[in-house]
């Protein structure tokens, strides 16, 4: 039998760098967590490919913050919570709302320019479940552009004058060093040990040159996981290349609790341009539809009004399933987004990516609807934070969108990422510059080391496409751990990217069908066929943790308490658990105690 892989098989560390605080990634995140931790003491980001390689530089939409006149952050809380379907975390949302316009602000500050209206007042606009004009945008569609632009000019600016910053390039982080207990402890690593644990920094693999080159050992008092999103599990996905789930996934192998990776958000509207496209797909920004643009049929039919009070600007989930019920009943494989009477003057000034890439394509959205299909968009789950960005590894903290911090819920509000990026890495900025953990020495690492073939990577896309998607069912999950463990028996390769990345796209990949297939109910974007309403006995988080080889999983319930702790049970009450209808606990590992999740 195979096991889940536990440590990433690597040679030995032959170099060696030190700093206070590693941040791994160069998004929004990542970007901003560098900036502010540098009050902590010396600084390194190190990041997978270029600095600017993440989903952060293809945001288009924009940033949501109560900055218009009229707005306030407790409207901008009632619509996050509206959107994310019960199980937003209230005290986490509140800070996001109101502590974001000054994050906006600061960026501002920092050199990013948004878009302003005639008076000089910043531009706002509409998407997706917002009451409110509330989304600052920056080049019309190029928001994310923007604020990776303005974002590395900083931290390159402070790293020229301050030698206690440092940034490397094409540095893909593989696992976590675990640390010692500290004096009068055994010597044995902990990091593997949940909330116990302690670490010491990180591996990683550098394509350099000269000292820094192959496997390395960065030794730091704290890691800052700000590795982007996970949307390579899936054929089509609007997430760039560099998207494989590394920090969940590396988080999982140290013992991390991760949380709501069932709640995976599709967009509705990606540009569709064939049957079997795969990779990074053109996303068509919700806001072309807060502007007036609205989706329609093949025969030209309206089919959201009536669906949602929102009709086309109803939260993503909505929208999302009302095109593919829409798709089954016409047997179409896309529907359409008419924007054609925003007219040429709206397009080449509020979108002109978006335009220019239709017309690339041969599609022109003035004189035509836009073939349109949902695609992979937002992990709203990941590694499980509390509200300074502390997981539940001590010296581990989280950012972006690898983390949970529990402002999305079971469905992200539109253009609440960005803004979650901000404030919570500036919070861990904070949390960390009130006094830093101790210094561990490295610890034996004895946790087995594997790697998956990297030749599974299409087929683990198709299998997640297919049956762990925007819909999905019983038994077609189950069908999907059974071809993910068969998956991760293929013969592995030499160590490398490919083998790197498909080793955490399969771990993660497994534990997100682990959890689908345990939330037997609908809600926000996970769409169970074989269950369509929601149950309040399913109102909680499942949090999963990779113990002894095995993912295990446990239901909190209540909607707070993936940032603040909240009650744990057993199981849901009044519901059974798949597999043995009795325990919430559920072992994936091969053996006696495998419930045939994962
Ligand atoms: C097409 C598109 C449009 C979007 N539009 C909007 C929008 O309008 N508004 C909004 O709020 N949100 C939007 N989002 C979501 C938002 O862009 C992301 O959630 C956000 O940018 C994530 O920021 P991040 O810093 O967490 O991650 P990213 O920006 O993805 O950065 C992750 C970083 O981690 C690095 N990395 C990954 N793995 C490793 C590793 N193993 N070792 C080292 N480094 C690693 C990557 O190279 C990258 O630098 C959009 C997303 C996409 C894809």
Known sequence: MTAIVSRLAAPAPGWTARADVVVAGSGVAGLTAALAARRAGRVLLVTKALMGAGSTRWAQGGIAAALGPGDSPQQHLRDTL??????????ATRLLVAEGPAAVRRLMALGARFDTAEDGALALTREGGHLRPRIAHAGGDATGAEVSRALIAALKVAADADPGIEIIEHALVLDLLPGTSGRGSSRRGTCGRGTGGRLAGLTLHVMGEGQRDGVGAVHARAVVLATGGLGQIYTATTNPGVSTGDGVALALRAGADVTDLEFVQFHPTVLWLGPGRRGRQQLVSEAVRGEGAFLVDEAGTRFMAGRHPLADLAPRDVVVRAIMIQMAATGADHVYLDGRHLGHRTWERRFPTILASCRRHGIDPVREPVPVVPAAHYASGGVRTDMWGRTSVPGLYACGEVACTGVHGANRLASNSLLEGLVFAERIGEDIASGLPPWRDPAPDDRPQGLVSPDVRSELQRVMSGRAGAARDGSGLQSAADDLRRLRRQTPGQPCTEAWEATNLHLVASALVAAAAQREETRGSHWRQDFPYHSDAWLGHLVTRFIDGSLRSRFMAGA???????????????????????????????????RGHV
């Open 82 to 91: 509206e959107a994310g379907g019960g199980l937003c975390d209230k005290a």
């Open 560 to 594: 707070d308490s993936a940032a603040a702790g909240g009650r744990q049970l057993d199981s849901p009450p009044g519901e059974s658990q798949p597999g043995d209808g009795q325990s919430g606990t559920v072992n994936s590992s091969e053996g006696e105690n495998e």
